[in-house]
């Protein structure tokens, strides 16, 4: 409170060493201008009471990263510079990636190689599954051949071979007879040598019938030969053999498959990790910001995870204000802070108090966070803070507006083109060198701003409007 008064006297002394000299002189001639004076004046207004702090400091990225490849190469592009504004997702520095290109290729290759692996072991496969059931049907073969020779002919065949004996014997008979009586026909002349031929001949033809009728039955009531059942056993075992290979070969066209399909799976790993160390080759931004730093350029040599930028984020600014010891506990975490940067103001937000005092300047620094959404603002400015310590309205006029002669402070109204001098009783506050007013004047009062010092009560003055109430 005393310093705040110390400063509205020193406000007010600068003030009367202009107009004091003149005040004495003037006084008898105070209305008789001809010539109405040319002032300033603006209308009275309540605005925001601050207390103005005459802090500044260096705006700094929010947020800082380095960035580095994760592989290393020959540096093939790094054209950006230092300040450039860039946006998250921007390329901003190559690798040399003709090893890393190869790498995809040959990836490539290897997982259609795989395919074809895979198409021909299940060709492989297709192929044992149909010797399988080719096995399984001689296997049922054979085995129906073991079955009928161990068996031995069934009754019925038997009894169709005993018939067929039967037939071929009454048919030998006949024809015997036949030709017995041809003969004896022939002899006699009542035959020809023809018929008595033909006859012979059918008697011979009925016998070998018959022979070959009585060895089919032999054959079926002796049943099959040792030879025989080796055969039909040699059969069997081999179609079991067949099967025991074509088993094989499909076990070994399945085990064929699997290692194809593993080729396939490693074959796209690898290409997923040549695919990614490619995408390595290309060093974006993680941010929108600035570029505060270039460390490498085009055509070094830089390993994986060595520092190539360095850049800062910029979607948010901070500043770190150094108060004064004395009046630290003015500020508070999640308090607002008017900065202004050349006519520009913005609001910050104060995101940490530092907890120790500067040895060397007695100050303590206060961290201040500014939204910055356009990214017009730019690490390395230095703004002007004030701290705002009340939220209470009040009116302001500048500091040259308000003349004390020594009794009491006044100011001139601006009353339908005439001077009226008006007492007034100041406040407590000063705001970027103005002075608070509790008293003897109203919102929307117009007043003298500039020029007053000259002034006298009642002077005709010719208004020019401009400037801060």
């Avoid at 009925?206 to 099959?224: H, I, R, V």
């Avoid at 066209?253 to 080759?281: C, F, I």
């Avoid at 100041?426 to 109203?442: A, E, F, P």
Wanted: with cysteine; hydrophobic share 40%.
């Amino acid at each position: 409170m005393n310093k705040q008064r110390a400063i509205i006297m020193l406000t007010l002394s600068m003030s009367l060493a202009i107009a004091g000299c003149s005040t004495g002189k003037k006084d008898a001639a105070s209305g008789s201008s001809a010539q109405p004076t040319v002032v300033r004046t603006t209308i009275v207004k309540n605005t925001p009471l601050h207390t103005a702090y005459d802090l500044s400091g260096t705006l700094q990225a929010y947020e800082e990263r380095t960035l580095a490849f994760q592989n290393g190469g020959i540096v093939a592009g790094a054209e950006v510079t230092t300040g450039t504004l860039v946006q998250k997702g921007a390329i901003i520095a190559r690798l040399d990636d003709a090893d890393y290109r190869l790498q995809v290729a040959q990836a490539t290759a290897s997982i259609q190689e795989a395919l074809a692996g895979i198409d021909n072991a299940q060709a492989n496969l297709q192929a044992a599954n149909s010797a399988i059931q080719s096995a399984d049907a001689g296997i049922a073969n054979a085995r129906a051949n073991v079955s009928k020779v161990n068996k031995g002919a069934r009754a019925q065949e038997k009894q169709q071979a005993q018939t067929t004996v039967d037939k071929a014997q009454s048919a030998y008979n006949k024809a015997k007879t036949d030709s017995e009586r041809t003969q004896k026909l022939f002899e006699a002349g009542a035959a020809t040598a023809s018929d008595n031929e033909n006859a012979r001949l059918n008697a011979t033809t009925a016998l070998q019938n018959l022979e070959q009728a009585k060895a089919s039955l032999s054959l079926l009531l002796e049943g099959a030969t040792v030879e025989e059942h080796q055969s039909v056993q040699a059969s069997f075992q081999d179609a079991i053999a067949g099967k025991t290979k074509a088993l094989a070969a499909s076990e070994q066209a399945e085990a064929s498959q699997k290692q194809a399909r593993a080729n396939y799976e490693k074959a796209l790993v690898a290409k997923g990790q040549a695919e990614l160390a490619l995408s390595r080759t290309r060093l974006t931004s993680p941010v929108n910001g600035v570029i505060l730093d270039k460390i490498v350029n085009t055509g070094d040599l830089v390993a994986s995870g060595q520092a190539v930028y360095r850049i800062g984020s910029i979607d948010r600014l901070k500043v770190l204000l150094p108060v004064p010891d004395s009046e630290i506990k003015d500020w508070k975490k999640g308090q607002q802070v008017k900065v202004a940067l050349y006519e520009e103001t913005r609001q910050g937000t104060v995101s940490n108090v530092y907890p120790s005092t500067s040895t060397d300047t007695g100050r303590v620094n206060v961290e201040i966070v500014i939204a910055n959404p356009q990214r017009d603002w730019l690490p390395g400015q230095v703004i002007k803070a004030a701290h705002q310590v009340t939220d209470k309205n009040g009116i302001l006029v500048p500091a040259e507006a308000v003349i004390n002669t020594g009794s009491k402070p006044f100011i001139f109204k601006d009353v339908q083109g005439k001077a009226v001098r008006t007492p007034v009783e100041l406040g407590n506050h000063v705001v970027d060198n103005q002075l608070q007013i509790v008293s003897g004047l109203r919102e929307g009062e117009r007043i003298v701003i500039k020029g007053a010092e000259s002034l006298f009560d009642g002077n005709a003055i010719q208004s020019e409007e401009g400037g801060r109430p």
